[in-house]
């Protein structure tokens, strides 16, 4: 059990760039999620997948936006067109779900920085 | 939808004192309660969850947590605390059929001093 990893640690990026970030899973788990973190506040559920399903992704916090599983195993997470106010910690999470409150567990994150 | 409030942003805390972080949630549906922990310079992990039967669980590391439905609380307690549980604390929230999509409270920091 390597953990998840989340690639790069830090993103600084140009107002209007688009970004991607890399979440690599537990190997074995079959739920990843993707969560932002903003200074002060706890982590806010943006979308999951299990395998190479999105199965909700509502929660994207605008059409700029996407997220991919293409392989159920690593998956990214691509914001175009940034603005300020995409600067954040972007987590992603794995879990097997094995049964109701089955446990996250969560990489370092993605800091993002939009200049 | 479904809320998590953590009333206390930050909690500073003698060595060997005990401590509360408090937590109330809101949802309209029968709910899942956790509490994940974020030790400095690390990803968060879960602390310990409630899910059905008795109301009181237990960490390993000695806090523990008593859902109350009528008050709609998730308070978490330990009774002596130890420098290395300085770090990040975050109530939880998710509903019995969302899929582990968690809602996540502010979060409150604990701060033990020697």
Not at chain 2, 47 to 61: A, D, F, P, W
Request: hydrophobic share 30%.
């Amino acid at each position: 059990d390597t953990g998840v990893s989340q690639n790069p640690r830090h993103k600084i990026t140009k107002r209007g760039q688009n970004v991607t970030f890399r979440c690599d899973p537990i190997s074995e788990h079959n739920r990843l999620y993707w969560y932002r973190q903003t200074l002060g506040q706890g982590p806010e559920f943006l979308t999951y997948f299990q395998n190479e399903a999105q199965l909700e992704k509502s929660r994207l916090l605008s059409d700029r936006f996407s997220a991919e599983r293409p392989k159920g195993s690593f998956s990214t997470l691509e914001i175009q067109r940034t603005e300020q106010g995409d600067s954040a910690m972007y987590l992603c999470a794995s879990s097997w779900e094995s049964g109701p409150g089955s446990p996250l567990h969560f990489g370092n994150g993605t800091r993002l920085t939009v200049t | 939808a479904q809320s998590v409030t953590q009333l206390d942003s930050q909690v500073p805390v003698f060595e060997e004192a005990p401590v509360e972080l408090r937590c109330n949630y809101s949802s309209s549906v029968s709910v899942y309660l956790f509490w994940y922990v974020q030790y400095p310079n690390q990803g968060l992990q879960l602390l310990l969850k409630y899910l059905s039967g008795s109301t009181l669980v237990e960490s390993i590391n000695g806090f523990e947590a008593e859902f109350n439905k009528s008050q709609t609380s998730f308070h978490l307690r330990k009774p002596s605390v130890h420098i290395s549980d300085t770090a990040e604390y975050f109530c939880a929230v998710s509903e019995n059929n969302a899929g582990n999509m968690l809602t996540f409270g502010g979060g409150t920091r604990l701060m033990v001093k020697p």
